[in-house]
């Protein structure tokens, strides 16, 4: 398992802070604190922490953060992330939006997956020399369970107040 970020809602009052994880299969029981977030990368599901992993199947007002139940999990453009209750209503349509109706957990994860894909390809071809372009131009993309970790510190802007 591979702690990929960090992250911090702002609530109205105090803060949120929870880690998204990856790895191939289920997350270890031995590993989590509540609201933290875990993608199966090979087996295509999220789960979430409360005081034991629990796999989050669709947009629902059950899946709740445990330390604060004003806040419930839900799928953005580009990320798993903690909404307040207040806005809701919005991140679902918007998830509806981005996703379709009929979304799966799985169908996320293989989203933002490519979306992560498509992002390194374009930066490398950014970075890269002519020379560099040419002799790897044939290339599948990076290989993700190689990928070396990354740890990235963000505010969600998923507060009440909008």
Known sequence: MVRIQTRLCSPTAGSLTYHEFRGSGPPSECTGTPGDVYLDIQGLRVWYFTNTWVEWQCLSRNAVHPSDLAFILVPTVTM??????????????????????????????????????????SQKSDTSSPMDKESHGNSSGPILDNRPAKKVRFTSGASAGG
């Open 80 to 121: 798993f992330s903690w909404v307040h209750s207040a806005i809701y209503a919005s991140a679902k349509v918007q998830a509806k939006t981005t996703f379709g109706h009929k979304f799966s957990p799985s169908m996320i994860v293989q989203r933002y997956l490519a979306q992560e894909i498509d992002l390194e390809t």
